[in-house]
C-alpha cells in the first residue's frame, strides 16, 4: 500500500496564486521528498527535506515538515502555467532503502 | 535530460507474453530501481539493485524478475503477461542505497498488453 497519501488530488488555480498540496504518512522517516511530473513522463526531484528540519525553500518551493502529525506540505508561490504537473511526496522507509511514493496532487494553472 | 535512458518507449503486446525493458543509469550512478505507474494503483516501488545485488523489494509479482548487469545496466523482465500488467515502467537511478539520495528518473516504457 502506498506510504503517502496527498491532498488534494487535483488543483486548479490561476496563474500568480500560491500552490499548497499536503502528504500525509504513516510511518517513521529519516527524510521527505517531492518530486514533480509532467504528463506520461519520469520525475523530476523538487527538494528534500530531513526529519530533523522544519521548513526548507528552494526557489518559489517552500516546504514543511511535522513528524508528530507525519504530514509534510509543498507550498508553489506566484504559480505560472508551467507549473502545470503531478506532484508526489515520497518517504523512505526506515531502515530500508524503499523510498515510497503518495498518491499524487495534479495541479493546473491556468493562464 | 536526467541521463538515465530506458528502451523500448512504447511496447505492445498481448496476453501471455514475455517481454524486457531495458535501463541504463546515469553515470556513476551505482543504484537502479524499477517502478510501475498505472492509473489505479499509481507509483509502485519494484525492486532495487545496487551494484548487481539485489538491495530491496516492494510490490513486485512473482511473474517479474529483474537483474543488474556488470556495467551497470538493468532489465526488467515480464512474463505470462496479463491485460492489468499494462503501465508505465519507470527506471531511476542514485548515486548510493540511501533513501535520502535523490532519484533520477528516465522517460519510461508505456507497456500495453491486448
Known amino acids: 500500500s502506498q506510504q503517502g497519501e496527498e491532498d488534494p488530488q487535483a488543483l486548479s488555480i490561476q496563474e500568480g496564486e500560491n500552490a499548497t498540496m499536503n502528504c500525509s504518512y504513516k510511518t517513521s522517516i529519516n527524510n521527505l521528498q517531492w518530486y514533480r511530473q509532467n504528463s506520461g513522463r519520469g520525475l523530476v526531484h523538487l527538494i528534500l527535506i530531513r526529519s530533523n528540519e522544519r521548513e526548507k525553500h528552494s526557489g518559489r518551493l517552500r516546504v514543511t515538515l511535522d513528524t508528530s502529525k507525519k504530514s509534510s506540505s509543498l507550498l508553489i508561490t506566484a504559480s505560472r502555467a508551467a507549473d502545470t504537473a503531478s506532484y508526489f511526496c515520497a518517504t523512505d522507509v526506515y531502515n530500508t532503502d524503499k523510498l515510497i511514493f503518495g498518491t499524487g496532487t495534479r495541479l493546473q494553472v491556468f493562464p | 535530460d536526467s541521463g538515465v535512458t530506458q528502451t523500448p518507449k512504447h511496447l505492445i503486446t498481448a496476453t501471455g507474453q514475455r517481454v524486457t525493458l531495458r535501463c541504463s543509469p546515469r553515470?556513476?550512478?551505482?543504484?537502479v530501481y524499477w517502478y510501475q505507474q498505472s492509473l489505479d494503483q499509481g507509483l509502485q516501488f519494484l525492486i532495487q539493485y545496487y551494484n548487481g545485488e539485489e538491495r530491496a523489494k516492494g510490490n513486485i509479482l512473482e511473474r517479474f524478475s529483474a537483474q543488474q548487469f556488470p556495467d551497470l545496466h538493468s532489465e526488467l523482465n515480464l512474463s505470462s503477461l496479463e491485460l492489468g500488467d499494462s503501465a508505465l515502467y519507470f527506471c531511476?537511478?542514485?548515486?548510493?542505497?540511501?533513501?535520502?539520495?535523490?532519484?533520477?528518473f528516465g522517460p519510461g516504457t508505456r507497456l500495453t498488453v491486448l
Open positions: 553515470s556513476g550512478d551505482l543504484s
Open positions: 531511476a537511478s542514485s548515486v548510493g542505497t540511501s533513501g535520502s539520495l535523490e532519484q533520477f
